[in-house]
């Protein structure tokens, strides 16, 4: 079974979701429901023996760490301990990545291990930081495993996950949760099933594998087909979500909005950017200032931007066009902040109308070619 | 207490002295970004020896200059 397709899936869902708002709106904590429900979701997700005991597997490594680096970081609050700890956790996701890379690496396989991996090195940086002082079996069980998010995201965060867990939400409240919830379920659906299916069919499937022409197109076809594949999935995930009681970040805002780049990496995948914003761009460009590594201050930044965006694109796999995906984009948030601070004339002239048009539709060029990269279809 | 978080703000901000009102919304203006905001921490904690986490707070808890120096004088 794989969440949010085929029929078995959204019937065990509609049974899982109607128990869960009959217990929200009786005021019962969804917290033990929730957790049980995602045990029975793993079971059904990965219903080999292979497959679950990989997820066994991941799962006790990762809880394992966890908490030991608690009482570790209580004693110690050295660095490089931490970056062991980062190291052992991410290492199953290394190891499935290389496995596309390495034939023996290639049996081990963990379907959802990209967002979990995230989920729990995130765990790790912020006890590190001393924001998680405590973290629970059952908490942090249910964080990792929640299997709305399992497959596509978004990337919630412990702390915002576990103030949700611990909020016994009134009835008027828990109301507005199920409506919300509701409405993204089936906006996404619609997202997803409807118009992302028909730009498939009509539009990607029938052009012809060669050629400029078809290529500009696919390229169109394929920005606008991953947007509604992508943010339905994101949708519909966060619309499960509600009902259990957790309120999962949005991914997407309109991204075609756009007005720059880093417009668009805070409108598109919003958790994925906000994760890497959050502990790969800022930890460096904060290393570097703090050791003055740079004498040009911004040079962090840029060195900044091309580590975190090569990590998004290695992150989505070791081929070579997530590679150039992600170097593409390090590049363009480099353009785009010197263009930012370099040049006056610019900043004044960019926020008239004609010129905010303008950049929403050179914002637009710019992330349709780097969907193009990322699609395979030219690397 | 106040001037000199106003002052490091202003000087990471690359604003003129006096140029920020306390209450506008820096990161939709445009006027602070994640560059500016990890500056800001890491001169805060030079200069006052106050350290924020970089997730310890969100933007909407540092949204204007008035929010900042009430966080920050909370940690004082």
New interface residues.
């Given amino acids: 079974m794989i969440p949010f397709e085929g029929l078995f899936f959204f019937v065990v869902l509609a049974v899982v979701l109607a128990v869960a708002a009959v217990l929200g709106l009786c005021r019962i904590s969804l917290k033990w429901y929730g957790l049980a429900v995602t045990v029975l979701m793993c079971v059904l997700i990965y219903n080999t023996p292979q497959e679950f005991a990989m997820l066994a597997g991941f799962y006790l490594w990762e809880l394992v760490l966890v908490m030991a680096y608690l009482p570790i970081r209580r004693r110690c609050a050295k660095r490089p301990v931490l970056w062991l700890f980062l190291l052992l956790s991410a290492a199953p996701l290394i190891t499935v990545k290389l496995g596309s890379l390495i034939e023996p690496l290639h049996i081990i396989q963990l379907f959802g291990v990209s967002y979990m991996s995230f989920r729990a090195l995130q765990v790790l940086i912020e006890i590190y930081d001393g924001l998680i002082d405590d973290v629970g079996v059952a908490e942090f069980s249910y964080f990792l495993l929640f299997f709305p998010s399992l497959s596509s995201g978004p990337i919630d965060r412990y702390r915002r996950f576990t103030s949700d867990l611990a909020t016994k939400f009134t009835r008027e409240e828990y109301i507005e949760m199920l409506r919300r919830g509701f409405w993204k379920l089936m906006t996404g659906a619609l997202f997803n099933f409807v118009i992302g299916n028909l730009i498939w069919q009509r539009w990607l499937a029938v052009l012809p594998e060669n050629g400029f022409g078809a290529t500009v197109s696919y390229m169109y076809g394929y920005t606008f087909f991953l947007f509604f594949n992508f943010a339905g999935y994101s949708m519909m995930a966060v619309g499960a979500s509600y009902i259990l009681g957790i309120k999962t970040p949005d991914n997407f805002n309109m991204p075609f909005l756009s007005r720059d780049m880093k417009d668009f990496w805070s409108r598109w995948h919003i958790s994925l950017s906000t994760w890497l914003r959050d502990y790969v761009y800022t930890r460096f460009v904060a290393a570097s200032l703090r050791g003055e590594w740079f004498k040009d201050r911004r040079t962090g930044s840029y060195i900044g931007y091309i580590i975190t965006m090569l990590t998004m694109g290695l992150w989505h796999g070791l081929t070579p066009a997530y590679i150039i995906y992600g170097a593409y984009h390090g590049l363009l948030m480099c353009a785009n902040d010197l263009l930012d601070t370099r040049s006056k004339r610019y900043k004044k002239l960019k926020k008239k109308p004609v010129v905010e048009v303008i950049s929403v539709i050179v914002t637009f060029h710019l992330f349709s070619f780097g969907l193009l990269i990322f699609s395979g279809r030219i690397v | 207490m106040d001037e000199k978080i106003m002052e490091i703000l202003e000087e990471v901000c690359g604003a003129e002295p006096g140029e920020l009102e306390p209450d506008v919304e820096l990161f939709e203006e ?1 006027i602070l ?3 500016g ?3 800001l ?2 001169e805060l ?1 030079k200069k006052l020896g106050v350290k924020l ?4 707070l969100t933007r909407e808890e540092l949204a204007t200059p008035a929010m900042i120096i009430a966080q920050v004088k909370s940690r004082v």
């Fill in positions: 445009g970004d994640s560059f905001m990890i500056s921490f890491v904690e986490e970089p997730t310890e």
